[in-house]
């Protein structure tokens, strides 16, 4: 089975270490100095209890040096998939299937919905269409992150905490694809069980996107602190309850109650959220996917999301401000 990790910055470099590790055929497309560093050295994993480990990787920033495989896991940011999408097409042949990797609101959501939203293309996270035509929703394996890492230099990746991927069919089936790419998974040490309501996963997951991750942009405080603040408290939750309203009219059902969902986020602790740490470093922040995707859903569906437009006008603007943002 030939793994291709298109992105392998912090969770697609912890993939890449663990199915290499396993004895994977797997292969890493990278750029940059990153790229240099684990093509000279190795990639290096920290692990979440310290452990060390460092494997040499066939890694490119030319798909067309790694051929056709079998599962592309893309572990990109959101707003960097569209243009890499002609690119990918040399590892593309007629049975590859492309693991979508990336948090927010995923391209293919609608893909084999099955209700009357069927088909549907998000302009937010998927401009032009680039995705929809580019790959065909039909390749798809949807995939939802647990595991949070990060590249504290150069061909070094810090895992943080969990292992978990749960995987999905668009259509809820429990494919053979599926199947083998949770045994190769689950072979290299990381959870994957394949679930048959992604969409419910996607959805506890981006309630703590959608509010969490701007509110930390706007205020530089950590996870522990602005979800027991009173003030940020209600504003997450005012966003979140939009959200919910939203996904229950696409058929989503909640496992949790938004209380418990922002009770888990003040228990992460200390967690300076990934949009923050972006908007620190100058990088482009995943607006669009994480909050501008619930916006357009919440036109789609009719539903007036007042605390979103709200917390996305602030967050665009912070974000343009700093360069980091240019929509
Ligand atoms: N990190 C985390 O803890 C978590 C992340 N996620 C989600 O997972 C996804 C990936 O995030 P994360 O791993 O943090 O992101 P990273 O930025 O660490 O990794 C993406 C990597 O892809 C590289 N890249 C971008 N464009 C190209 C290209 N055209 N060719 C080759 N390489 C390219 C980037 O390089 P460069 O740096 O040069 O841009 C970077 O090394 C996101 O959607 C994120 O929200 C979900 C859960 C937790
Ligand atoms: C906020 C958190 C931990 C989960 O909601 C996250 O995924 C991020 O920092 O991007």
């Known amino acids: ?22 004895g994977a055929d797997v292969s890493l497309v990278a750029r940059g100095p990153h790229l240099a560093a684990m093509k000279a050295n190795g990639l290096k994993l920290i692990e979440e209890g310290g452990e060390e480990t460092v494997v040499s990787v066939t890694a490119s920033d030319n798909p067309a040096d790694l051929g056709v495989q079998d ?33 927010g609101v995923p391209w293919w959501y609608f893909h084999k919905i ?17 995705q929809w035509d580019g790959f065909g929703p039909d390749r798809v394996l949807g995939c939802v992150v647990y595991p949070a890492a990060e590249v504290i230099e150069p061909g070094v990746i810090k895992h943080i905490e969990g292992n978990r991927f749960s995987l999905g069919e668009p259509d809820g089936s429990k494919s053979d694809r599926a199947t083998a790419l949770s045994q190769a998974l689950g072979s290299a040490g990381l959870k994957a069980p394949v679930r048959p309501r992604l969409r419910d996963e996607i959805w506890v997951k981006l309630w703590g996107n959608l509010s969490f991750n701007p509110i ?28 919910q309203e939203i996904a229950e009219k696409l ?25 923050w740490q972006d908007l620190d470093m100058g990088r482009p922040m995943e607006i669009d996917a994480l909050v501008g995707s619930v916006q357009e859903l919440g036109r ?5 999301t007042p605390t979103i437009d709200t917390v996305l006008a602030l967050v665009k603007l912070r974000g343009r401000m700093a360069g980091c943002y240019d929509g």
Do not use: W
Not at 81 to 89: A, Q, S
Not at 114 to 130: A, F, M, Q, W
Not at 260 to 274: L, Q
């Open 71 to 103: 599962y592309i896991i893309v572990t990109l940011k959101a707003h960097s998939v569209p243009p890499v999408v002609d690119k990918m097409m040399p590892l593309i042949g007629d049975n590859t299937t492309i693991v979508s990797g990336v948090n």
């Open 114 to 130: 099955g209700n009357e939203y069927e088909g549907t293309r998000l302009h937010s996270v998927d401009p032009g269409n680039k």
């Open 300 to 304: 789609l569906t009719d539903t007036p």
């Open 251 to 275: 058929g989503v059902k909640f496992p949790i109650d938004v209380d418990k969902r922002i009770d888990g986020g003040a228990a992460v602790g200390a967690h300076r959220t990934s949009m």
């Open 216 to 243: 930390s942009a706007l205020t530089h405080a950590t996870l522990d602190v602005l979800c027991t603040d009173p003030g940020t408290r209600a504003v997450a939750r005012g966003m979140m309850v939009e959200a």
């Open 1 to 22: 089975m030939k793994i291709c990790v298109f992105g392998a910055g912090a969770i697609g470099g912890y993939m890449g270490v663990k199915l290499a590790q396993a």
